[in-house]
């Protein structure tokens, strides 16, 4: 148990739904994450949130849509998507970088979405 | 841009036998490097990390890896792999200080026949 919750685990929906996705965190971080891990490619860094505010964005369609209403919560709105984003969706926080502060990132157990 | 590179996709061993997965990073800069392992229906888990000084870090489970500036990489080394370590792993580097961005290779995996 790393401290960063995701739900649901599991997740099926049509290409003309919406569903979001959760993530929650009280560690007391304050940078936030999505990656997508698909099978045989790097995880792919989606979005980075930073207090709040977003300060990544890795040309991520836009049917892909990050929320971060406070530093413990991140969410993952998702719409009208394509059977080539089923993936395995992974959030991960950690404290914000202070020069010889750094440290890993903390992973929640992912969302495994299928689009059909 | 940084990147990651692990070479060996799938590897499959026996236990006992030792243990060594590839991974070089492509940046210029100062960086932190990191092994992550993903046991089945598991969360992304770490496993050590490099930030600055010995260049042969100790992880847990038996683990190490030695950072070689020279070379970009960051090997995972095990002297003695056990059925239980069979999982997928991950390399990942960021900017030293700088970079709240991790990338992280293809991973490898690892499976232990017993």
């Known amino acids: 148990e790393t401290g960063v919750t995701q739900t649901p685990r599991h997740l099926v929906m049509g290409m003309t739904n919406k569903k979001s996705l959760k993530c929650e965190q009280h560690?007391?971080?304050?940078?936030m994450y999505w990656y997508k891990q698909s099978a045989k490619k790097p995880l792919e860094l989606m979005f980075v949130?930073?207090?709040?505010?977003?300060?990544e964005n890795n040309s991520v369609p836009s049917r892909f849509s990050p929320e971060c209403p406070n530093s413990s919560h991140l969410f993952l709105h998702l719409h009208t998507l394509q059977p080539e984003d089923s993936a395995l969706y992974l959030c991960?926080?950690?404290?914000?970088?202070?020069?010889?502060?750094?440290?890993?990132?903390?992973f929640g157990q992912g969302t495994r979405l299928t689009v059909v | 841009a940084q990147s990651v590179s692990q070479h060996n996709h799938h590897v499959i061993l026996s236990e006992a036998a030792s243990l060594e997965l590839g991974c070089n990073y492509s940046?210029?800069?100062?960086?932190?490097l990191f092994w992550y392992v993903q046991y089945p229906g598991q969360h992304l888990q770490l496993l050590l990390k490099?930030?600055?000084?010995?260049?042969l870090v100790k992880g847990i489970k038996g683990f190490e890896a030695e950072f070689i500036k020279s070379k970009f990489s960051f090997n995972l080394r095990k002297p003695s792999v056990q059925w239980s370590d069979t999982a997928e792993y991950f390399c990942?580097?960021?900017?030293?200080?700088?970079?709240?961005?991790?990338?992280f290779g293809t991973g490898t995996s690892l499976t232990v026949i017993p």
């Open positions: 991960a926080s950690r404290p914000l970088v202070k020069p010889g502060r750094d440290t890993e990132a903390f």
């Open positions: 560690l007391g971080h304050n940078a």
């Open positions: 949130y930073n207090f709040k505010e977003q300060t």
């Open positions: 940046y210029g800069g100062t960086v932190n």
């Open positions: 490099y930030f600055s000084g010995d260049p």
């Open positions: 990942a580097v960021n900017a030293r200080n700088t970079g709240n961005q991790f990338y």
